[in-house]
């Protein structure tokens, strides 16, 4: 079993930043890659970018955040963080992050943590 924990969501204004971070722990050996998704209200739940767990050395991102979000991973710390800047209210959502096995399914979730931004 994986464990995540979300944490770094809060309320801020359009063209703000935010950092989320996503600590894993448990057996974090079995984990292919980590990804960040989003579901905004009355919305279905999308990916938002990943990132290979052993070294950080693959990412991919939704076109809708390209150049303003930044996903990178800590090793030492065992966690994965989403840099989000030039936030807009459509950024608003439950952010969550999900850890995906070799077999290519995401088979641990966190809780998901809250971002809102306001115009």
């Known amino acids: 079993q994986v464990q995540l924990v979300e944490s770094g969501g809060g309320l801020v204004q359009a063209g703000d930043s935010l950092r989320l971070s996503c600590a894993a722990s448990?057996?974090?050996?079995?984990?292919?890659?980590v990804g960040w998704f989003r579901q905004a209200p009355g919305k279905e739940r999308e990916f938002v970018a990943d990132?290979?767990?052993?070294?950080?050395?693959?990412?991919s991102y939704a076109e809708s955040v390209k150049g303003r979000f930044t996903i990178s991973r800590d090793i030492a710390k065992n966690t994965v963080n989403l840099q989000m800047n030039s936030l807009t209210p459509d950024d608003t959502a439950v952010y969550y992050c999900?850890?995906?096995?070799?077999?290519?399914?995401?088979?641990?979730w966190g809780q998901g943590t809250q971002v809102t931004v306001s115009s």
């Open positions: 448990g057996r974090t050996f079995g984990i292919y890659f």
């Open positions: 990132i290979k767990w052993s070294d950080g050395g693959i990412s």
């Open positions: 999900a850890a995906q096995t070799p077999r290519l399914t995401y088979d641990w």
